[in-house]
């Protein structure tokens, strides 16, 4: 089991740019795929960005060019900085875990939520 805590989400205006935190509680953390997911209000979760090691990245189409997701092994970090944002962005944004290899993600943090204003 691995515990995530999000954090960065708030209020932006539409055209700029933030960056959301993860920590995770987990002594085999490089061994975990990590993922940002983005919920908004009345819709399913969906994911934004995968990062399997730092140098293995996936971005869903709408968030190509307009995210970056990184992870800090050394200290059980990933992060995600998102730029351009428009208010459709606005939302729950998760962070979650799986390990390497596995098909679901079965770890989530409690949500960060980000209002891009207009």
């Known amino acids: 089991q691995v515990q995530l805590v999000e954090s960065g989400g708030g209020l932006v205006q539409a055209g700029g740019s933030l960056r959301l935190s993860c920590a995770a509680s987990?002594?085999?953390?490089?061994?975990?795929?990590m993922g940002w997911f983005h919920q908004a209000p009345g819709k399913e979760r969906e994911l934004v960005a995968a990062?399997?090691?730092?140098?293995?990245?996936y971005y869903s189409d709408s968030w190509k060019g307009r995210s970056t997701i990184s992870r800090d092994d050394a200290r059980n970090m990933v992060y995600l900085q998102m730029y351009s944002l428009k208010p459709d962005d606005s939302g729950v944004y998760y962070c979650?875990?799986?390990?390497?290899?596995?098909?679901?993600?079965?770890?989530w943090g409690q949500g960060t939520q980000v209002t891009v204003s207009s």
């Open positions: 979650a875990a799986k390990p390497r290899g596995e098909r679901l993600y079965t770890n």
């Open positions: 990062i399997y090691t730092a140098a293995t990245t």
């Open positions: 987990a002594r085999t953390f490089s061994l975990y795929t």
